[in-house]
């Protein structure tokens, strides 16, 4: 039998690593977070002050710690630089199930293949140690980028939720998507 110290940490990618997040993460957060096109692309409209950012890193800590949800730092592998977060949320051991949520902090570093390595790893996680059966997400129907990385791994597009966002002056669709245990194994 292979021991398990052989087998390749699902917490690494190519590009990238995820780690837990620090409060020593916070400036290298306020540097980006509140850029424009990702605020928008996460339904995150009114800019976060430092002390929101602060409260959110303890939240998530707290959450881990109940195992209600799991957000990690996106680390740079080559210069070690953080590039943003990725996470399992509403984690439900019943059925098995939680929601994925992903961002690269700054639009210079979108398209250069960080968010689609984070995701891989989160999925990794997901499936082989949270032992879940099934991932879910919501994501605007105009990031592209984000809804062909998430088809590109497996999620299938399960639904629409019409015009469910109000988004700078008009209604927008979310897309439903989901990746079950099953076709991860197949990817
Ligand atoms: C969405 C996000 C996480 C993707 O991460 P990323 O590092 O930018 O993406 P990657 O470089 O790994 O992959 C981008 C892919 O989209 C493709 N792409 C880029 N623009 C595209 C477009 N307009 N239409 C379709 N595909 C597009 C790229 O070619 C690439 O695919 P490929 O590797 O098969 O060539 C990142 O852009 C981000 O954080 N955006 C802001 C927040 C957000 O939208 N989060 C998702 C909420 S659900």
């Not at 190519?14 to 620090?22: G, M, P, Q, S, T």
């Amino acid at each position: 039998m292979t021991s398990v110290y052989d087998l390749p940490s699902p917490f690494f990618g190519e590009k990238v690593f995820l780690r837990a997040i620090e409060e020593s993460d916070l400036p290298s957060i306020m540097e980006h977070w509140n850029a424009y096109e990702t605020r928008v692309s996460l339904g995150k409209f009114v800019p976060s002050s430092s002390i929101e950012r602060e409260q959110w890193i303890n939240e998530v800590n707290q959450k881990a710690k109940k195992g209600e949800a799991y957000t990690f730092a996106i680390i740079h592998k080559v210069k070690e630089e953080f590039l943003g977060t990725v996470a399992l949320k509403r984690i439900n051991m019943i059925n098995r199930g939680a929601s994925l949520s992903v961002s690269i902090h700054n639009p210079a570093n979108h398209n250069k293949g960080y968010g689609t390595d984070a995701v891989r790893c989160i999925l990794k996680i997901g499936f082989n140690i949270l032992n879940l059966h099934r991932i879910e997400l919501h994501v605007y129907e105009f990031t592209a980028n984000a809804v062909h990385i998430y088809e590109k791994l497996g999620f299938k597009k399960v639904g629409v939720r019409r015009q469910a966002s109000f988004i700078i002056g008009e209604y927008r669709d979310d897309l439903v998507m989901d990746i079950l245990e099953e076709e991860f194994v197949e990817l």
